[in-house]
């Protein structure tokens, strides 16, 4: 059965930082490209950025609002996905869902709360 | 930046065709996937390569494309398929992706 399951969300306060966690099991977590998608309160979905399989570069992607603040890593050795979140910001607050592939499977996501 | 357009509400009766539309620019060359969102759950992938439907789900869905547009349909649809929309897709570059803005089905 492929789970993911999201960890690491929370309170924080403006310019803070948060790092979460997403744990696979089920699939081959190695050979698949991973996502972050978000979404904010009563609002539609956002990609936030990508990380390619090591066979392909484990090079990242992402969207404008998180460049350079949000960074995406993978442990093949765990099967477990990140997202680091720097400079966090009010409108950064939404649940964080973390897919595989073509967001194919999804998390039930992770909620961020950026407030002072 | 790339944008996917989608109508805001779609209102079909039980048992009708829904039509939900997804336009953007580079639509004739990237695939479109589609999500259903039920509320307070997480998104569920219902077409994937424009026209392709999970194993599992329900024969009513279907995809398609032609030039700019892409429609998900609902042929037959049921009240459990009240939901929100969201088509999905890559810019020319292949490494920025968007979401469309989401169609609310509402079925009655």
């Known amino acids: 059965e492929v789970q993911l399951v999201e960890s690491g969300g929370g309170l924080v306060k403006p310019g803070e930082s948060l790092r979460l966690s997403c744990a696979a099991s089920?699939?081959?977590?190695?050979?698949?490209?991973w996502s972050w998608v978000r979404q904010a309160p009563g609002k539609g979905l956002e990609w936030v950025g990508r990380i390619k399989s090591k066979t392909d570069g484990e090079t990242t992607d992402y969207n404008t609002p998180v460049q350079g603040r949000f960074t995406i890593s993978r442990d093949d050795s765990k099967d477990v996905l990140f997202l680091q979140m720097n400079s966090l910001k009010i409108e950064d607050t939404a649940i964080y869902y973390c897919?595989?592939?073509?967001?194919?499977?999804w998390g039930q996501g992770t909620l961020v709360t950026v407030s002072s | 930046s790339y944008e996917l357009t989608q109508p805001p509400s779609v209102s079909v009766s039980p048992g009708q065709t829904a039509r939900i539309t997804c336009s953007g620019d580079e639509l004739p060359k990237k695939y479109v996937y589609w999500y259903q969102q039920k509320s307070g759950q997480a998104p569920v992938l219902v077409i994937y390569e424009d026209t392709k439907r999970p194993s599992g789900n329900p024969e009513r869905f279907s995809g398609s494309s032609s030039g700019t547009m892409a429609t998900l349909t609902i042929s037959g649809a049921q009240v459990e398929d009240e939901a929100d929309y969201y088509c999905f897709s890559a810019d020319n570059s292949d490494n920025l992706y968007v979401f469309g803005s989401g169609t609310k089905v509402t079925v009655l």
């Open positions: 897919t595989a592939g073509f967001n194919i499977y």
């Open positions: 089920g699939f081959p977590f190695s050979t698949i490209w």
